[in-house]
């Protein structure tokens, strides 16, 4: 680790700190800072600064599709020199731990290096620039460039950046000495989030993304590097979250808005609670398309179902191996809906079994099949034994609350 | 009405709409305001979790869950929507039946109100009803199934009740 601050600035009697770091300084694009987002259900929108001095820091979340050229920061520095004028840089505070030599060295070293890549610095450095500083020794809000970021190739993740602020007088062969340290909740999605959720930061928007979403989200798809990738994570964590279990009655709401507050408070609860095909079709929509996914919610209709496995059921239990008689059943559905469109369940797992008269089952997740017909690949004929199975094509993002 | 009309309609090919609006009662009712579950107190049961949910329409929606003391999973859930008059009840109830993906539920006891449905044995018990201007839902909630008929019952004793006093 760096030493503490006790640089020159301290010992000539003052002491430079960060005041207010603003990620998303730039509330109409996200190209070159962090998206709109706001902390919950509840509240309000996470205005920048993000990071203010003496307070609760709030996350930030970076679309990395959406990123091109540049990204910056913007900050506030107090207590300075009057009138002085000082280099200021922020750098990554991590430090690979000391390990032995030789092969277990090795692998250990290789052990940190993926676990800091997956939830460690993603911001990389503020590269260094001069600052101006006031009578009172504050500066004006100043824009830094992040340099050696990750926030264009990054796969999902909630990450932590842990930084080192640094100043250095402007003198021939004067030393960087840390004045702060500063740590930032980073989310990093595939792309910006689309419907039910919004970018429109003019109003006290519900439908900006909300952090404790992004944190569910970015936790079950971490390590994903494209939608599709994404899209699969969330269907298999929605189906398979150890609380749940079915019932045909929609619990989180048919007609919008869809009650993810009361979802998210049931999942962390930890006691056991029911829901159905509409709720887990709602979840994995609405949590993939906050990571960037582009799925829409579709119902299709009267079905006798072959025997599946059902909602967060163990497959070896013949028990959990089902089969309903259903006026509807609600998917997720890539772009568009229609039979040749690719869906994804979250309510159930498919029998891939070809014998369905024995008790061999199969169990397989529905993450992007072809909806089709009687293929055998097609996920039409691996649900429905007997029915029409016609489609409603009225693709539907409930509005979240 | 907030349901959308395909949605009204493919409601219509699973249960008699006509039949079910002409069981809205003419006579003026009793319309209940601010009817709480959670203040139910059943011997062995609890209640873990109270909530406000938001709907479109801003119509109350109240949600308490009762978890058994002494049997591990076994939770019920009550949900009570407030509405202004008896139809706007049953257009509630439309919407919970809409949302519900069994082909077809069971009518459930005519004593719970004036339209009432249940699923089916097989099926995690639950049942549904409109009773004056309020629509209630009294499910099994836990990963043990809970009989429900009780937890109705005393739904509406409690409203007897709240309307004595």
Known sequence: MLPSPEGTERKRGYAVRVEEIHFNHDVISASGDALNIRRNGGGLPIHAPEWRFGQSPQPAAYARNAISGMVTIKVLLRGGPPNGKLRIRAIDAYLPPATPGGCIGWILSLIAAIVHALVGNVLGDAGAKTVQLDANGDSSLETFELIHHKLAVASVGARTTEWVWQARVLRLFARWREFDRTSHRIFTLIDVPRGPWEQDASFNNLQLPWADALEKACTWAVGAADADAAAARITRAVNTRSNQSYTPATVFGFDPPYQLTSYMTHLDGGAPFVLNCTDCANAVTTFANLLGCDLWEGRFFNMVTRKFLTLNGNSNNAGDWVSWNWGYHEICWLSAIGVTQPVYDGCLQLDMDDNYADNVHVAQHPIKMNFGQNAPGDYRFRLIESGTGNLENIPRRRTVA | MTMDAATLKELGTRYDLAGLRARVPREPVELYRGFDAAKLQVEGWHVSLVETLRRADSRPWRRAVFDAAEAA???????????ASPSES??????????????????GPASLGFAAFRHPDGAPPAIFFAR??????????GSRPAPVEPWAERVVQMLATQSRD
Do not use: H, K, P, Y
């Open chain 2, 132 to 141: 004056n201007n309020l629509c209630v839902t009294v499910a099994s909630f």
């Open chain 2, 73 to 83: 999973g076994m939770r019920v859930m009550i949900d009570v929507i407030e509405c």
């Open chain 2, 90 to 107: 049953l257009d509630c109830l439309l919407e919970v039946l809409a949302g519900n993906q069994l082909a077809r539920l069971e009518d």
